[in-house]
């Protein structure tokens, strides 16, 4: 199905899993344990929609926010402004038993496997205990469930698993096993926060093609954290770039590909290599400087101070709003402001 | 041969490790050319052995060193003949500089910029304090870093910055070679571009000869003029860039690159399938044979390494008829 950027129709709308709308999360940061000393705006006016059995890749760099939007949506930080809906459900409507519930509707797959898997439980016990916890006693359906992820993400023979420990598994049989446990209590959607960078390039496809192959068979819907602009082509509908805090760019991919539209996503296209040998007689055009302080953030648009293609008076005193190029092709940029 | 551009030329060169279970072979039987000028990208998967090959190359070695031996002639000397007091006074620093893996990391938070970059200059180099500074301020606008920035802290620097200034110290000394590990691999997108940028520059106007050790192909096609594969210890493959990265012969190459997302063109993707061998016990023969779809008998033995033209050799039973055997 492809899908468009922008929602459209009273019927996608409806089938959204995930409505975000101009979500802020900011950390306060205090001076001397006591003196408010300003905040942090690691997420400053996010809006987007997912839809089931899509992915939405999210590009960015460090500090960009992207994480940030991850652990927002999981509930790990607080909302400063703004909701969330998840399944026509405001987070902030929820009670304790309503978060479980949220909760286990998510599945998130971490950077670091060997981190997030706890060394001193075996395989088994790393899968029954988010069905524990979640109210699944029943040994029979217990025993159904850990079969069938551990043959979705391909751990087989499962009997030669079942009481391995995360160690005794390779980087790409921990990070199986982590999709394993997102898994096992039937999710409707997936975070997967960088899930490849810190595997082999050998490995990443492999895992890459597992994730959606499990989107196909259960219809999920998927967010792809990245900052891997190379992967994000095969495996997602929609690009969404983000810079200081804020979504720049939302295309769809193949907008996107054919041609980038935000000065920042230019970038990132230019500074990204292709194994070709033509790479070794030219150099790269990279904007000069540092991504801006999320504290004291500059005025107007986030990237002018980098920006070449700026406009003086404009750029540097306004923040751009979203201008639709396309219909499927959103940049915050004014120089799109005519389009 | 005796080739006088060749600086460095490695063979046979061993590195096994003393481990409880048995030796780890790390580096098994590895031997290239690099000739002045050039690049040589060190390809691999993580436990390839190619962070090992850098530590033969500079000596510096672990503890549990089990296997030492080989050739390894720099400048036309034998430096395997040198005892670790004369390498250290003649060669490290001096002629073959470093850059560590995550190096960025490594400067001491306490101590101005420009003082931990002149010591080398100072100990290795015998230059005076003012000569150690002028010197200092050079590379450092080679690497296109403002001068002003070595009276700062390595805090008040970001992390791409951090990685120019170790560049810097590593020229300093004027090294012959340098070996870059995983220079920009802590990096973000951009500074990574940037960095880049900054040794292909280094490396046409100053003519410095790099060996690059790194797992990101793409990347490496930026400054390599030759590519080396390496796999559980082995160097499976040795071509130019050019041979390499439109023809790469070996099976493990050819997967290796079918599994490197591209952004500009649309590829069917592949990946491995299993995993590397332990190193402690390799099995006998051809080392990729377990994963390769291109097994036959033959593999079962150890494959001689092959000279497929245009100084590319390979390690595989099946370019055996097609290229010549250099020893089989």
């Not at chain 1, 295309?251 to 590909?257: D, G, K, P, V």
């Not at chain 2, 061993?14 to 390809?43: C, I, M, N, W």
């Not at chain 2, 995993?275 to 023969?285: A, F």
Request: charged share 25%; proline share 6%; glycine share 6%.
């Amino acid at each position: 199905m492809p899908s468009l950027a922008k929602p459209l129709s009273q019927q996608q709308e409806q089938r959204a899993v995930l409505r975000v709308e101009d979500l802020h999360t900011w950390f306060e940061v205090r001076r001397m344990g006591f003196f408010k000393a300003g905040d942090v705006r690691a997420l400053d006016g996010v809006s987007f929609e997912l839809y089931a059995g899509e992915t939405i890749s999210i590009v960015g760099e460090s500090g960009c926010g992207k994480s940030t939007l991850a652990k927002t949506i999981l509930g790990i930080n607080h909302i400063t402004k703004g909701s969330v809906h998840f399944d026509g459900e405001d987070l902030s409507s929820l009670d304790k038993e309503g978060w479980k519930r949220y909760r286990s509707n998510i599945g998130y797959i971490q950077q670091d496997p060997y981190g997030a898997l706890p060394p001193f439980m075996s395989v088994k016990r790393i899968l029954e205990e988010p069905m524990i916890i979640n109210g699944i006693r029943d040994k029979d359906e217990q025993q159904r469930r850990i079969r069938q992820v551990l043959e979705e993400v391909k751990l087989a023979p499962i009997e030669d698993f079942l009481p391995k420990f995360p160690h005794m598994l390779s980087g790409g049989q921990q990070q199986r096993l982590v999709i394993a446990r997102a898994m096992i209590l039937e999710p409707k959607m997936l975070i997967a926060d960088e899930p490849v960078s810190m595997l082999d390039a050998s490995v990443r496809i492999e895992i890459l093609q597992l994730l959606q192959a499990l989107q196909r068979k259960h219809n999920l819907a998927i967010i792809y954290i990245t900052h891997d602009l190379s992967t994000v082509r095969y495996f997602s509908e929609r690009i969404f770039t983000m810079y200081g805090g804020k979504i720049i760019e939302k295309s769809s991919t193949q907008a996107l590909l054919k041609e980038p539209l935000h000065p920042y996503t230019k970038a990132l296209f230019e500074a990204t290599s292709d194994p070709d040998v033509q790479n070794l007689y030219s150099y790269k055009d990279i904007p000069s400087g540092e991504p801006p302080s999320l504290m004291n953030p500059p005025k107007g648009c986030r990237f002018h101070p980098r920006c070449r293609q700026i406009i003086k008076g404009l750029c540097d005193q306004q923040m751009p709003p979203e201008f639709w190029v396309r219909e499927d092709h959103a940049a915050t940029c004014w120089l799109y402001k005519d389009k | 041969m005796t080739d006088k551009n060749v600086v460095l030329d490695v063979q046979n060169l061993k590195l096994y490790f003393r481990t409880e279970s048995g030796p780890v072979q790390a580096v098994d039987d590895v031997s290239f050319q690099l000739k002045a000028g050039h690049t040589l990208a060190v390809v691999g998967e993580s436990g390839c052995g190619k962070s090992s090959l850098a530590k033969a190359i500079l000596r510096l070695l672990p503890r549990n060193v089990s296997e030492y031996t080989g050739k390894i002639e720099f400048d036309g000397v034998d430096i395997m003949q040198y005892s670790d007091e004369e390498y250290r006074r003649k060669i490290r620093w001096h002629q073959i500089a470093q850059v560590p893996q995550a190096s960025m990391n490594s400067l001491n938070p306490v101590i101005r910029i420009e003082d931990q970059l002149i010591e080398p200059l100072l100990i290795h180099d015998k230059m005076t304090k003012q000569q150690a500074r002028t010197r200092v301020a050079e590379v450092f606008e080679v690497v296109g870093l403002p001068v002003d920035f070595l009276q700062r802290y390595p805090f008040e620097l970001s992390g791409g910055m951090r990685q120019r200034a170790i560049i810097a110290m590593a020229l300093a000394s004027n090294p012959k070679l340098v070996v870059l590990d995983e220079p920009s691999s802590a990096l973000d997108l951009l500074s990574q571009a940037n960095l880049m940028n900054v040794l292909k520059r280094v490396k046409n106007e100053i003519n410095t000869t790099f060996i690059l050790i790194t797992h990101d192909i793409g990347t490496a096609s930026e400054l390599a003029d030759e590519v080396a594969v390496m796999y559980a210890g082995k160097m499976v493959e040795y071509a130019s860039a050019q041979y390499f990265y439109t023809d790469a012969h070996h099976p493990y190459s050819q997967k290796l690159m079918a599994s490197v997302p591209t952004l500009r063109e649309d590829k069917e993707l592949g990946f491995i399938p299993g995993q590397p061998p332990s190193l402690i016990n390799p099995p006998t023969g051809c080392r990729f044979a377990a994963r390769c779809e291109k097994k036959f008998e033959k593999c079962s033995m150890e494959p001689p390494t092959t000279d497929m033209g245009h100084g590319a050799t390979v390690q595989c039973w099946l370019f055996e008829e097609t290229g010549e055997v250099k020893n089989a």
